[in-house]
């Protein structure tokens, strides 16, 4: 009985959360439509989609899993230049734009999920401090290897080289006369074809929702928070402690690789620099505002908090000011025992009201 009532609160959690990203999206649309949302805030709107995914797959390690990984910027990183590579490899096989962007997306979210393979295997035996330390040192690195990376494309198909020396140029890769330079090492990505849309980071966010969603909601999402809340014992009881951390940790890399695709494909040009420890702890921010294990949270955190400081833009002076303060403030709203203590009683109210309704029947 106990089990059927948490799942279908959690139903109602899922549901509730679908509807308020659907309202939000219709609602933006019709606010294009009608002029009222300027060209600044207009070309925020990807971004936006992508810094939600990301707070949210981020939200799956440190909120779901319980461990605190700062490198999360890298898996985007990787996931934004793979996705560009493949888009702008496959200008002439495939020339419908969402179907292209549909495929870097894919590849981006691929490569992520490898890249959180090779990191997660022998990262995720650390804990605590050190965990995060590997990450953040995982971030750096990645940064590092794009910056050396030498990418282009010709007729005869893809050519890449390392740069490792700092000898090399773009020329060194031999391209033929229908060759196009993708990346070219601290250059990072230049003359890429913008294909991102803010419906299709919409359908990101629904997507990175229904998987994070049901895989907590799942056996394997009970045993993943198991193992937050003790790890002794959830291997006790025969919790695979590597299959079920590598579970939670792969995915939020894929969902972070994915993101990032739709993200380097909204700007004609893209550095590895962009992806940097700032990038990792301003997720990692979003995450902790939002509530740890709180998708919706972290949604509202991520649009808030991103937007807030181009919103404050006219007031040039004060402008980081208020954002400091607005971060203290929901800081010490998320974390008031009387606030908490509201909601706990608000939700044991409306759990207490199922049963009656289901008697009655």
Request: with cysteine.
């Amino acid at each position: 009985m106990n089990k059927l009532k948490s799942m279908k609160t959690a139903a109602k959690v899922n549901f509730a959360t679908y509807l308020g990203v659907i309202l939000a999206f219709v609602l933006v649309s019709v606010m294009r439509s009608q002029g009222l949302i300027n060209s600044a805030m207009g070309g925020m709107l990807v971004p936006v989609c992508c810094y939600i995914v990301m707070a949210v797959s981020l939200n799956l390690t440190v909120g779901v899993l319980g461990e605190l990984s700062l490198g999360h910027a890298g898996f985007m990183s990787v996931g934004a230049f793979s996705g560009i590579i493949a888009a702008m490899s496959l200008q002439n096989a495939v020339p419908f734009a969402p179907v292209r962007l549909g495929i870097a997306m894919l590849v981006g979210a691929a490569c992520g999920a490898v890249t959180g393979v090779v990191v997660g295997v022998p990262v995720l035996r650390l804990r605590g401090d050190y965990l995060a330390i590997v990450t953040l040192a995982f971030g750096e690195i990645i940064k590092e290897l794009i910056n050396c990376l030498l990418v282009g494309v010709d007729s005869k198909g893809l050519h890449m080289a390392f740069n490792l020396t700092g000898t090399l140029t773009i020329d060194s890769l031999g391209l033929g006369e229908d060759g196009i330079a993708i990346i070219k090492g601290a250059q990072g990505s230049v003359g890429t074809t913008k294909l991102a849309s803010f419906t299709a980071g919409f359908v990101l966010i629904l997507v990175a929702l229904f998987i994070i969603q049901n895989l907590v909601n799942s056996r394997s999402g009970r045993a993943i928070m198991a193992l937050r809340d003790n790890q002794i014992a959830a291997e006790s009881v025969g919790i695979n402690i590597t299959k079920y951390k590598l579970m939670a940790f792969v995915t939020s890399a894929a969902l972070a690789g994915a993101a990032g695709a739709l993200y380097g494909l909204n700007f004609s040009s893209l550095q590895a620099a962009k992806f940097n420890f700032n990038t990792s702890i301003l997720v990692l921010v979003y995450v902790v505002l939002g509530g740890l294990g709180n998708m919706w949270g972290s949604i509202i955190a991520a649009v808030v908090l991103y937007v807030l400081p181009e919103a404050l833009r006219e007031f040039q002076d004060y402008r980081m000011l208020v954002y400091a303060i607005v971060l203290i403030l929901v800081m010490l709203a998320t974390n008031n025992p009387m606030i908490k203590g509201f909601f706990a009683r608000l939700f044991r109210r409306d759990r207490k009201a199922e049963p009656k309704g289901g008697e009655a029947k």
